[in-house]
């Protein structure tokens, strides 16, 4: 033991004061970044707020859509390249690649760029921004007290999980967010306790400036049955499935951009005709946050068929084409929609569907699985966890070796059966080959039934 050995006993204390001093260390410096970041995404969200009451007096703001991307995109590209796209994206990027250096810049421009964007009707949301200029807070904060690149890090991951945490009133979640979704399979626990601080102070301070959350309580009516497994496990499948169109759409709209031989600002304003010309004919409801359809589906009431399939469309243009904002709120959107319309199918009541169809494909396409499942619980409820926790783990199973942030490093596959290269960004782990293994018995029992039937039908 170490208290009978006098040179272990002060290693012993030695250990034991270094980890209490790094603990008092980390509790005052996440506690002063969630005060910052939840100061910094109220301002945000407020700005934003008004932005949307402004958009509210008129009937054709979305008119302005050129103009509106043809600005974000000037603004960004004079002033700040990394202020572009849905924000969090960029904040992985930075931690993995630049030990999460982030210039002061980026916080105003993508502030104000991103209330230009949703302010004309661009389909994007506000966490992404929320993340970003958390990140740059606590980015610059590091700057400040000119901390080693492994402890900027640290403060960075805690500023993702500070602005997460304001925005969407998850303190818990967010906190779990910002060490989950650096790596698929994988967290930074050496960032556990930071993260949870800053989210939680984040969170309170932004309930202290008066910043409204969702919180809609859901109480399982039947409680959890197999047969309620099972329609939940069909669930999960097919938001893994709507997870990987958004994904690859999102990819076909950039692939796109890429292809028109104009320039930034140009493409910007034939991104904003579109977006208008789609408005004319399919209505504004896909414009902006999209908040009124996520309420609606959550309150069980009725939402068009396609909803999730144009608002994937809208919100993808939006992102290639110049617009600033996160991609978070229009999953909401497609989860909660797309949850509600196919719950009549499955028998399960409309506001239970789109609370899990909602957190399942936040899970598939950003593949926080753990994440979302207490984000579910945060806002709806623990009565939904056994059943939100299976839809997010096959969602984030289903979605495959892709995700709408291709910043992020893969820590695992997510099948024995499917070689991909493991500690590489998405980005070049997308080439894989498939490798059947005893696991696969059905598959292959399946494949030689085939066999079989074609042999008999062409003798």
């Known amino acids: ?61 979305f008119l302005l859509l050129p103009l509106g991307l043809l600005l974000s995109t000037w603004m960004i590209s004079k002033f700040a390249k990394d202020a572009e796209g849905h924000g969090t994206e960029k904040v992985i990027e930075a931690i993995h690649k630049k030990n999460g250096k982030i210039k002061p810049e980026v916080v105003p421009v993508k502030l104000i760029a991103t209330v230009i964007t949703i302010m004309s009707g661009g389909s994007v949301g506000k966490e992404g921004p929320s993340a970003q200029i958390g990140a740059g807070v606590a980015s610059s904060l590091a700057d400040l007290m000119k901390f080693s690149p492994e402890d900027r890090r640290k403060l960075v991951i805690c500023g993702i999980s500070g602005g997460f945490a304001a925005v969407f009133g998850a ?65 999960g499948i097919l938001a893994g499935i709507v997870a990987s169109i958004f994904i690859e759409t999102l990819k076909l709209t950039e692939f796109l951009y890429a292809k028109i031989r104009t320039g930034r600002l140009q493409k910007a304003l034939i991104g904003g005709f579109a977006l208008i010309a789609l408005t004319l004919i399919f209505g504004k409801r896909y414009l902006s946050l999209g908040m009124n359809d996520i309420y609606t589906s959550l309150a069980g009431e ?92 096959i969602s984030f199973l289903m979605t495959g070796h892709r995700s709408v942030y291709p910043s ?14 493991t500690g590489v960004v998405l980005e070049e782990a997308q080439d894989f080959r498939v490798r059947w293994s005893k696991s696969c018995v059905f598959v292959r029992l399946y494949l030689y039934l085939l066999r079989k039937l074609r042999k008999k039908q062409n003798p």
Do not use: C
């Not at 698929?184 to 930071?194: A, E, F, K, R, T």
């Not at 309930?207 to 496990?233: A, E």
């Open 302 to 393: 009725g939402v068009p068929l396609f909803s999730p399939l144009f608002k994937i469309i809208f919100t993808s243009i939006t992102l290639s084409f110049g617009g600033s904002g996160g991609i978070v709120t229009p999953i909401f959107y497609v989860g909660a929609t797309f949850g509600n319309i196919f719950s009549s199918i499955l028998k399960i009541p409309p506001a239970i569907g789109a609370a899990i169809g909602m957190m399942a494909l936040l899970s598939g396409a950003t593949n926080t699985p753990i994440a979302s499942t207490v984000m579910a619980i945060e806002i709806f409820g623990p009565s939904i966890a056994p059943l939100a926790a299976i839809a997010n783990v």
């Open 171 to 235: 303190p818990i979640a967010g906190a779990i967010f910002g060490v989950e979704v650096l790596f698929i399979g994988n967290m930074v626990y050496d960032v556990l306790l930071p993260s949870f601080i800053s989210g939680l102070i984040a969170y309170k301070t932004a309930l202290w400036i008066g910043i409204d959350h969702i919180y809609n309580p859901i109480t399982l009516v039947h409680g959890f049955s197999m047969l309620m497994f099972l329609k939940v496990l069909t669930m």
């Open 408 to 421: 992020q490093i893969l820590g695992m596959k997510k099948s024995e059966s499917i070689h991909v290269r």
């Open 1 to 61: 033991m170490a208290f009978s050995n006098p040179n272990r006993f002060k290693k012993w204390l030695l250990e034991h004061t270094l980890l209490f001093i790094s603990i008092v260390r980390w509790v005052i410096l996440s506690t002063v970044t969630g005060l910052l970041v939840g100061i910094s995404a109220s301002v945000f969200i407020k700005t934003l707020d008004f932005a949307v009451k402004v958009q509210e007096h008129t009937d054709y703001y």
